[in-house]
């Protein structure tokens, strides 16, 4: 799902799991791009009296490439501490939080933000910017939303960051995708049909943790130019995020822990759904371990990936014509590991050179569209995913579809895809999901309180 | 565990001389685990500890033996690894460690 629980090891420590990763200019601001890089998945949000929180022992961290390879040029590091106000008491919060420095709430987080350029020495840009606390429920924190909004912090540089729970706003059908390929509305067409079916949200009110930085166009190229014309290379960055912890941990009695050596990682993301769909099982693990400059090991698993070759068996008669495509998919490579040259969509490119690498590509010269097509580039709307994403993006739709051969004609007119690949979809929408994104930073919605917790329900 | 808890861990933790796991070998300061840790640095660093010359490290030290037979020590300390080759070394480690 995405890359929640999508590796076998780093299905064991949720905290430094990078779930979901964004990176869009951003609509109310044009200025500027936002990136969203979301961990600890699957936040069920009743989960206390220990809420979720970012791990003081984890470095997260987001990367941009801006020089047509797969390089880190610029850094964001987030580092966190985590202060506990009252040792007495099991309670997250002795009465009402009011205020981001309520004496009530018990267990606060703050980070700092550090910036690194090229070979240059980290900046540290802010220490003890504060986190909002979970949202535990209407008693506890009657005004949420404002309450978190407060939390959203102009660094002296520029950029402009929050870290905290928010609303999931991946939505998916994981019940029946992963019950041997299910696709509820296609569901009568499978091996073992049933009646179609609308398809159900699984990760509808469950919440996340995000990290969010908006950051000047200016700051993002390589010579600090505007990006204006989408055609130019410096118009388009690579994006991924990491999460590291450190080489060594001794545990000694009481739960008290020693750490030593250098930040090891242990889980990255670019394109949702790369370790999950692509990646075989055996190398999830080395996959989350390595940078993006590495993935030409794993270019054969996107030139001919498992799930096209089981999408023709397990819905019989409907894919012939993906059944009988042998042909290494250029497709597939340009839009998760190269980003697509000029010439293939009129108006478009975000070519980062020709080594292979997974990150979000983004072309900062396309401005944000009024009216987003949840199928982005597919869907006619350039200023969507695969050119970066977009929270409200339907990437399950979408790399579904291009795997099932919809944007084979790209690099092959001659290839007719069946008619069902442009229709795939298990059902979801952003509607599936109550809570609302927000039209300004951090653009994901308010998360669930936990006293009024909705169960996904059919769509 | 709370930053402040990893700080008494860390306190305690240089109290203690040695914790050894299979191969894995955590040292207290230099200072205070006097010859065998300055040793791990490096025997020119030993020698100079006998006359207290090596600085006691403020944060754990952590010496890794993965295969003994290569020679090749591990040791982490802060956010830094340094990985030495010797053989004697790796030899007294593990002899620690039975």
């Known amino acids: ?459 | 565990m709370s930053d402040e808890k990893s700080k008494v861990s860390r306190r305690t933790f240089m109290k203690r001389s040695a914790v050894a796991g299979a191969g894995a070998v955590a040292l207290s300061g230099i200072g205070g685990a006097s010859g065998a840790a300055a040793a791990i640095a490096s025997p020119k660093r030993a020698k100079a500890a006998e006359h207290g010359e090596v600085k006691p490290a403020e944060e754990p030290v952590v010496a890794y033996v993965r295969k003994g037979s290569s020679g090749e020590v591990r040791v982490m300390v802060g956010e830094r690894e340094v990985v030495h080759r010797d053989r004697d070394l790796a030899r007294r480690i593990l002899r620690a460690a039975r």
């Open chain 1, 1 to 459: 799902m995405s890359s929640h629980r999508e590796a076998p090891g780093i299905s064991k420590d949720p905290v430094a799991d990078n779930t979901d990763l964004y990176a869009f200019v951003s609509p109310d601001d044009p200025r500027t791009v936002t990136i969203l890089a979301n961990f600890i998945p699957l936040e069920y949000p009743p989960g206390g009296p220990n809420f979720f929180e970012f791990g003081h022992d984890v470095t997260y961290a987001i990367h941009i490439s801006n020089d047509q390879a797969p390089n880190t040029d610029i850094t964001y590091r987030f580092r966190f501490k985590t202060t506990v106000a009252n040792r007495d008491t099991f309670l997250y919060n002795t009465g009402q939080i009011l205020s981001l420095d309520s004496p009530n709430w018990n267990r606060r987080q703050f980070y700092s933000v550090t910036r690194v350029v090229g070979d240059a020495a980290p900046q540290l840009l802010a220490e003890d910017v504060p986190c909002p606390p979970c949202n535990v429920g209407p008693r506890s924190i009657p005004h949420y939303g404002s309450l978190a909004n407060a939390a959203v912090t102009t660094l002296p540089t520029g950029e402009v960051v929050f870290a905290g729970q928010r609303s999931e706003g991946f939505y998916v059908d994981l019940g029946s995708i992963f019950d041997l390929g299910d696709l509820r509305p296609f569901q009568n067409l499978h091996l073992i049909p049933t009646p179609a079916a609308a398809g159900v949200d699984d990760t509808r009110a469950m919440s996340v943790h995000t990290i969010a930085i908006k950051v000047p166009k200016r700051m993002l190229t390589r010579d600090g130019s505007n990006p204006k014309d989408p055609a130019d290379p410096r118009s388009v960055i690579g994006v991924w995020a990491s999460a590291s912890r450190r080489r060594s941990l001794i545990r000694e009695a009481g739960g008290e822990v020693a750490e030593a050596g250098p930040w090891v990682q242990v889980s990255r993301l670019g394109n949702p759904l790369f370790n999950e769909v692509i990646v075989p099982m055996a190398e999830k693990d080395d996959w989350n371990a390595l940078k993006p400059s590495d993935d030409a090991r794993f270019l054969k698993y996107v030139r001919h990936p498992e799930l096209a070759g089981l999408l023709p068996v397990l819905y019989p008669g409907v894919f012939p014509n993906l059944a009988g495509l042998k042909a290494a998919r250029a497709d597939l490579v340009a839009i998760l590991l190269t980003g697509l040259p000029s010439g293939i969509v009129p108006g478009f490119q975000n070519f980062t050179g020709p080594a292979p690498a997974d990150m979000l590509r983004l072309n900062m010269a396309i401005p944000s569209s009024s009216d987003p097509n949840i199928y982005g580039i597919l869907g006619g709307d350039l200023a969507g995913y695969p050119n970066g994403r977009r929270v409200q993006d339907d990437v399950v739709a979408i790399e579904l579809r291009a795997i099932a051969g919809a944007t084979y004609p790209l690099i092959d007119p001659s290839f007719t895809p069946d008619g069902a690949a442009s229709l795939l979809t298990d059902g979801t929408t952003p509607a599936s999901n109550p809570i609302p994104f927000l039209s300004a930073f951090p653009y994901l919605g308010v998360p669930g309180n936990g006293f009024d917790l909705v169960p996904a329900s059919p769509s």
